[in-house]
């Protein structure tokens, strides 16, 4: 059974951190691109981050670089979103995706609620 498992949102005051992690199972996790997206209300939901299957190549939305860092571990099947230097304008469901793009899969979680507000 595949599982994303998205923890470590929450209130947070313009200019703090968070850090999201996403625990994967249930499929070869070494295989498929991570990424993380978001969805603000009354937005469509947006590409921030993403990491390519071995780690080699991240890529990030113009809007958070800079300021957000992803990574990824290999051996406990976890991917992060480390968020500095945060903004109104960062509030959003945020939700981690597994990708193969040479099979069309997708998997999601169920996403995390991260809101920056003084």
């Known amino acids: 059974q595949v599982q994303l498992v998205e923890s470590g949102g929450g209130l947070v005051q313009p200019g703090g951190s968070l850090r999201l992690s996403c625990a994967a199972s249930g499929f070869y996790f070494n295989m498929y691109d991570m990424r993380w997206y978001r969805q603000a209300p009354g937005k469509e939901r947006e590409l921030v981050a993403r990491?390519?299957?071995?780690?080699?190549?991240?890529n990030y939305a113009d809007s958070v670089r800079g300021r957000f860092t992803i990574s990824r571990d290999n051996v406990k099947n976890m991917v992060y979103l480390q968020m500095n230097s945060l903004k109104p304008e960062d509030t959003a469901v945020y939700y981690c995706?597994?990708?193969?793009?040479?099979?069309?899969?997708?998997?999601w979680g169920q996403g995390t609620q991260v809101t920056v507000s003084s």
């Open positions: 990491i390519a299957n071995f780690g080699g190549t991240t």
């Open positions: 995706n597994a990708h193969r793009e040479i099979v069309a899969i997708d998997y």
